[in-house]
């Protein structure tokens, strides 16, 4: 069978859910985030994202426009499809999608053990690692002419 990655944003509340429930299962239940951190007020705000392989649900994020800039937040991928190279579909795609909005910036902040990762994608590290959410970050931006 041939892979089928599909990736695109979600306007309906049945999509939402299956974001939702990858959320869970990444922040919630394998980082021990507490839900109500998780599910911050901004979801409505914001462009929801969701990656599909092979009809699975596997990723999502969602990217939210603040000031001509695009901030990327929720960026999850199921545990078993990290480092398959997924990741970097996903991250590709919300780059390519922000380019297209012609914003100045995108920016996000990065748990820090992933900074090479998103480095790898063109990001860089801003300012020196922090605690959110009892977990080490690290701001990742990316210019944009």
């Known amino acids: 069978m041939k892979e089928k990655i599909e990736i695109g944003i979600v306007n309906d509340e049945e999509n939402l859910k299956k ?14 985030i ?21 009809n699975e649900q596997i990723g999502c994020a969602r990217i939210r426009f603040i000031n001509s800039k695009a901030k990327l937040e929720r960026i999850a991928l199921i545990k078993k499809y990290r480092g398959s190279g997924l990741g970097k579909v996903l991250v590709d795609y919300l780059v390519f999608y922000c ?47």
Request: a positive charge; glycine letters at 4%.
């Open 19 to 32: 974001i939702f429930k990858i959320r869970e299962e990444v922040f919630q239940k394998e980082q021990d």
């Open 34 to 54: 507490d839900k109500n951190l998780d599910f911050d007020g901004n979801d409505s705000k914001a462009i929801q994202i969701l990656m599909k392989y092979n």
């Open 99 to 145: 380019k297209s909005k012609e914003v100045k910036e995108i920016y996000f902040d990065a748990q820090y053990y992933l900074e090479n990762f998103y480095k790898k994608c063109g990001f860089i590290s801003e300012g020196k690692p922090f605690d959110e959410v009892g977990i080490k970050h690290i701001k990742m931006v990316m210019k944009l002419k």
